[in-house]
C-alpha cells in the first residue's frame, strides 16, 4: 500500500529522534546523522520503523529533515505522525544528546499517541480485504480519540513554547492542523480507493466506500472524502449522459414537417442510452449505497438524459413515446432536484399524448370503402369509445366473401349515420390486429408451399381469377380533427413556456440572495481595491504608508475574494440551471412565434 512521505521521509525519522526533541536534541542529531552519513554507518534500527520503507539519509536528506522542521506548520505535522516518546537511544542516553524529561501525565498522553500511530502503520500494511479493512476503521477511531483529545494539543504547544524553536508555531495553525489529523492518516486508504476504481476493483472500493461510511462520527472529513473518491466515476458518468443528450438536442430539428428524420436521431440516442448509459449506472450503483449522494447524482444524470431525450421526441411527433420515457425519468429521478424538472416536462407532454392517443396521426384522404360480390373494403370493430368526440377506434380490412381478411389499418372515426365515417386519423396496429396479420401470412405462407410441392411438371401456370366486375363506391370525405395539428403544438408550446418559467422563477428566488451577497462582496472589494491602488500611488511617489495597515487592507481583500469564489462555486450548479432555464425561454419563444405566423 502507498506510504505517504508524511510518514516515510518524516524528519524526526530520518534524524532517529522522538517528536518532543527540542531544537537543540534536533540540531545535535542532525550533526551526528551527518557523521554517520559520511562514514556509511547510517543503518537501521527498531526505531526507524523499518515496515514504513527505507529511510534516506543521504547528507541532502537531513538538510531537507531540519529545513521542514525549522518550518512552524511543517514542525507540527512531523511532530503529529511520529512517535513522541522518546527514542530507546534518548531513554538510554546512548545518543550523542541529552533524554527529554518527561512527567507522567506527558508520558501517558504521549504514550497514546503512539500506540494510535502504530495502529496507523499497522493499517499501512494490511491487504483490503474485511479484515484489512476493519483494522483501518478501528485505527482510525483509535487516532481520532487521540487528535480529539485537549490534552494532546496543549502539550504539543508546550513542546513549541519551551523547545526553544523560532519563530514558534501558532494557536492556529495548531487548530488548522487538528482539524485535518484524522484526514492526513486517511491518506493511504483514500488512495486506495482511487486505485481501485481506476482498476475496476469494485469489491476493494466498495469497502473503502463502506468503510468512510462507518467512520462518518471522526469529522467532516469523512463526507469531503466520499465526494473526492467518488468524483471521477460520476464526472465520467455525468459526460457521459450529458454527451447524450446535448447530441441529440443538437441534431434535432425544431421545424413542423421534420418528424421522420428527428425520430432517427431520438431513436439513436434512446439505443444508446438503454446501451451505455443503463449499464453504467448499474456499475456506480454496486459501487456506493443506495442512501449515498453520489448515487443520488448518478440517478439524477441519468433521468435527466432520458428526459431530455423524451422531450426531443415531441420533434418526432411521438408524444405518447414521449411520456412514456418522462414517466420513466421521474422514477429514476425520486428524491432529486431534477424530478421537479422532469415533472414539468411531463406535464408539458400529457396533453399532447393525450390528443395523440385519441386521434393518431393525420390523414390526408379518408381510404377506401366498399364491397362487390363479397369482395372488398369494410370497417370492423368498434372499441375505446371518446365522450368527448364521440368517435371510436375500428379497424379498415381488405373482406372476401364479406370476411375480414387483412386489417389494413386502424383509424378513429364518428359514425355520420348511412355507413358514412368521419376519419380523425389513423392509429397503430391493435394486438389482435397484429395476431390476425400473422396468421393470415401463415395460411398463405402454408398454401404456397403446398401448392409448389403438390404442383406437377406437366402442369403450366395457373392464371389467376378475379372478379370480372368491380364498381368501388365512393370514398367518403376526409374530416378534418377538431383541433388541428398545428394548433396543438402551439398550446404543448405554451404549455412548456409557462413551466419552464415556473422553474425558472423557482431558480431566480433560489439564487437572489446569492447574487445579493456576491454583488456585496464584490462592492466591498472595489472599495479595497481603490484604496489600495491609492496606496501604491502614494508610496511609488515616495510618500511613507502604513505598512501594517496596507497588509491588513490586502488580507480583508483575500478574505473577500475567497468568500465570493466559495459562493459562486457552491452555487455553480443552480446558477448553469438557471442560465439553461434563460435560453430554453427564448428558444421556446422563438418557436412559439415562428408557429403564428
Given at each position: 500500500m502507498f506510504v505517504p512521505d508524511r510518514f516515510k521521509l518524516n524528519s524526526y525519522r530520518v534524524l532517529r529522534i522522538s517528536g518532543s526533541s527540542n531544537r537543540s536534541q534536533i540540531y545535535s542529531a542532525a550533526t551526528s546523522m551527518k557523521r554517520a552519513a559520511m562514514l556509511g554507518v547510517t543503518g537501521t534500527t527498531e526505531d526507524d520503523q523499518v515496515q514504513?520503507?527505507?529511510?534516506?539519509?543521504?547528507?541532502?536528506?537531513?538538510?531537507?529533515?531540519?529545513?521542514?522542521?525549522?518550518?512552524?506548520?511543517?514542525?507540527?505535522?512531523?511532530?503529529?505522525?511520529?512517535?513522541?516518546?522518546?527514542?530507546?537511544?534518548?531513554?538510554?542516553?546512548?545518543?550523542?544528546?541529552?533524554?527529554?524529561p518527561l512527567d507522567a501525565k506527558a508520558e501517558e498522553i504521549l504514550g497514546k499517541h503512539d500506540n494510535a500511530l502504530r495502529g496507523i502503520f499497522s493499517a499501512l500494511g494490511a491487504t483490503l480485504d474485511d479484515p484489512g479493512i476493519e483494522l483501518w476503521v478501528q485505527s482510525l477511531q483509535g487516532w481520532h480519540k487521540i487528535v480529539s483529545n485537549d490534552d494532546y494539543w496543549a502539550f504539543s504547544m508546550t513542546l513549541?513554547?519551551?523547545?526553544?524553536?523560532?519563530?514558534?508555531?501558532?494557536?492556529?495553525?495548531?487548530?488548522?492542523?487538528?482539524?485535518?489529523?484524522?484526514?492526513?492518516?486517511?491518506?493511504?486508504?483514500?488512495?486506495?480507493?482511487?486505485?481501485?476504481?481506476?482498476?475496476?476493483?469494485?469489491?476493494?472500493?466498495?469497502?473503502?466506500?463502506?468503510?468512510?461510511?462507518?467512520?462518518?462520527?471522526?469529522?467532516?472529513?469523512?463526507?469531503?472524502?466520499?465526494?473526492?473518491?467518488?468524483?471521477?466515476?460520476?464526472?465520467?458518468?455525468?459526460?457521459?449522459?450529458?454527451?447524450?443528450?446535448?447530441?441529440?438536442?443538437?441534431?434535432?430539428?425544431?421545424?413542423?414537417?421534420?418528424?421522420?428524420?428527428?425520430?432517427?436521431?431520438?431513436?439513436?440516442?434512446?439505443?444508446?442510452?438503454?446501451?451505455?448509459v443503463q449499464p453504467a449506472f448499474a456499475v456506480l450503483a454496486a459501487l456506493f449505497p443506495k442512501d449515498q449522494e453520489a448515487t443520488q447524482q448518478a440517478r439524477e444524470e441519468s433521468a435527466l438524459c432520458l428526459s431530455q431525450i423524451a422531450t426531443d421526441y415531441t420533434w418526432a411527433d411521438e408524444f405518447i413515446l414521449s411520456e412514456k420515457l418522462h414517466q420513466e425519468a421521474l422514477v429514476v429521478a425520486r428524491d432529486t432536484l431534477g424530478a421537479v424538472r422532469i415533472e414539468a416536462?411531463?406535464?408539458?407532454?400529457?396533453?399532447?399524448?393525450?390528443?395523440?392517443?385519441?386521434?393518431?396521426?393525420?390523414?390526408?384522404?379518408?381510404?377506401?370503402?366498399?364491397?362487390?360480390?363479397?369482395?372488398?373494403?369494410?370497417?370492423?370493430?368498434?372499441?375505446?369509445?371518446?365522450?368527448?368526440?364521440?368517435?371510436?377506434?375500428?379497424?379498415?380490412?381488405?373482406?372476401?366473401f364479406f370476411i375480414p381478411v387483412f386489417p389494413i389499418c386502424r383509424?378513429?372515426?364518428?359514425?355520420?349515420?348511412?355507413n358514412r365515417y368521419r376519419f380523425l386519423g389513423k392509429l397503430p396496429y391493435g394486438t389482435g390486429n397484429v395476431w390476425h396479420l400473422g396468421i393470415v401470412a401463415a395460411i398463405i405462407a402454408a398454401f404456397v408451399i403446398s401448392a409448389s410441392v403438390n404442383r406437377s411438371p406437366q402442369q403450366g401456370p395457373q392464371q389467376s381469377s378475379r372478379p370480372a366486375y368491380y364498381t368501388p363506391q365512393p370514398s367518403a370525405p376526409a374530416y378534418n380533427p377538431p383541433v388541428s395539428y398545428k394548433q396543438t403544438q402551439i398550446s404543448a408550446l405554451k404549455s412548456r413556456i409557462e413551466a419552464n418559467r415556473a422553474q425558472l422563477d423557482l431558480m431566480a428566488t433560489r439564487l437572489k440572495p446569492v447574487f445579493a451577497e456576491a454583488e456585496s462582496l464584490k462592492s466591498q472589494m472595489e472599495g479595497i481595491e481603490s484604496v489600495l491602488k491609492s496606496l501604491d500611488a502614494q508610496n511609488n511617489t515616495g510618500v511613507p504608508i502604513n505598512v501594517n495597515d496596507y497588509n491588513t487592507r490586502v488580507g480583508t481583500y483575500n478574505d473577500l475574494l475567497a468568500r465570493r469564489k466559495a459562493l459562486i462555486d457552491a452555487n455553480s450548479a443552480d446558477y448553469a440551471v438557471y442560465q439553461n432555464l434563460v435560453k430554453q425561454d427564448s428558444d421556446l419563444v422563438d418557436e412559439y412565434n415562428a408557429l403564428l405566423k
Open positions: 514504513l520503507g527505507e529511510v534516506p539519509r543521504t547528507e541532502a536528506d537531513i538538510r531537507t529533515a531540519i529545513g521542514r522542521l525549522e518550518n512552524p506548520a511543517q514542525r507540527l505535522s512531523e511532530r503529529l505522525f511520529w512517535f513522541n516518546l522518546p527514542t530507546k537511544a534518548e531513554s538510554s542516553g546512548s545518543g550523542t544528546y541529552p533524554s527529554t513549541e513554547e519551551e523547545g526553544g524553536f523560532e519563530p514558534a508555531a501558532l494557536p492556529s495553525e495548531i487548530e488548522t492542523l487538528r482539524g485535518n489529523a484524522v484526514s492526513l492518516a486517511a491518506e493511504s486508504l483514500l488512495a486506495a480507493a482511487r486505485d481501485a476504481l481506476v482498476r475496476n476493483d469494485a469489491l476493494t472500493f466498495k469497502r473503502v466506500f463502506v468503510a468512510l461510511g462507518i467512520l462518518a462520527n471522526t469529522g467532516p472529513w469523512v463526507a469531503l472524502a466520499q465526494v473526492d473518491v467518488a468524483s471521477p466515476a460520476i464526472s465520467k458518468f455525468r459526460e457521459l449522459c450529458r454527451s447524450i443528450r446535448d447530441e441529440c438536442f443538437s441534431k434535432v430539428v425544431r421545424k413542423k414537417d421534420t418528424g421522420k428524420s428527428n425520430k432517427k436521431i431520438c431513436d439513436a440516442a434512446l439505443k444508446r442510452f438503454r446501451a451505455e416536462r411531463l406535464e408539458e407532454v400529457r396533453g399532447s399524448a393525450r390528443h395523440q392517443r385519441v386521434y393518431g396521426s393525420e390523414i390526408a384522404s379518408a381510404p377506401n370503402l366498399g364491397t362487390t360480390n363479397g369482395f372488398g373494403f369494410t370497417l370492423y370493430g368498434h372499441s375505446d369509445y371518446d365522450q368527448s368526440t364521440q368517435s371510436y377506434t375500428t379497424t379498415h380490412y381488405f373482406v372476401v383509424y378513429r372515426v364518428i359514425n355520420v349515420g348511412g
